[in-house]
């Protein structure tokens, strides 16, 4: 048995990461999870509300360390180099958790019921880091745009290192926020100019 709430806490999610991957998602109960990690089902429940969360675990204090980052970036940044510097520093904790991020994601892209939750908590994520760049003084609208832009680049980012773990997710992310800045910056390409207008 395990002797402390954090050591139940990682054979819990260890536990669920196998199940999910031998038998899927919706075929895997609380029950199994916490007889594979060796505890009982209501430590389960103490520690986690349902079988999904299992996946998002410590999305609080993501969202804390996000938000904390933002607040704590040099002054006169523009809010997509804020949100650079802020991903990077999540990013170095994806890579630290390597074995628990690569099949998380594997399994969430799986599964329909996990993909729904995963948008909801984005868009939990996305307005908080909103709220942390209108703190700085970003006005609502450039916030707003910003912050979802700078997700969909993380996130991005994030497939790109599982599918191509031969570069890091820092060396990825900085690739999509590289993207991300030369969409913006192509020019519109003027019309085509009448030929009917010249000829006289």
């Given amino acids: 048995m395990p002797r402390s709430g954090a050591e139940a806490r990682r054979r819990l999610r260890q536990a669920a990461l196998e199940l999910y ?20 089902e209501r430590t389960f429940f103490r520690h986690f509300p349902d079988k ?17 980052a933002v607040a704590e970036a040099p002054a ?4 997509l180099d804020v949100l650079l510097g802020t991903f990077r520093t999540a990013g170095r904790v994806l890579e630290e958790n390597r074995p628990f991020s690569e099949p998380r994601l594997e399994i969430i892209a799986a599964t329909p019921t996990l993909r729904e ?7 939990s994520l996305t307005d908080a880091l909103a709220g942390a760049l209108r703190r700085r003084g970003v006005p609502d609208r450039l916030a707003a745009l910003a912050a979802q832009t ?3 680049a993380f996130h991005h980012a994030a497939q790109a290192w599982i599918d191509d773990p031969s570069q890091s997710l820092d060396a990825h992310l ?3 926020f590289d993207d991300l800045r030369a969409l913006s910056a192509t020019g519109r390409t003027p019309p085509p100019e ?3 207008s010249t000829a006289r």
């Fill in 21 to 40: 991957r031998e038998r899927g998602y919706d075929r895997t109960t609380a029950a199994e999870i916490a007889a594979r990690a060796g505890v009982n």
């Fill in 52 to 68: 999904r969360e299992v996946l998002f675990d410590g999305e609080a204090d993501l969202r804390d360390a996000l938000i904390q």
């Fill in 76 to 79: 006169g940044l523009e809010p």
């Fill in 117 to 123: 939750r995963e948008l909801a908590k984005a868009a």
């Fill in 150 to 152: 700078g997700w969909a």
């Fill in 174 to 176: 900085l690739q999509a």
């Fill in 194 to 196: 009448d030929p009917s």
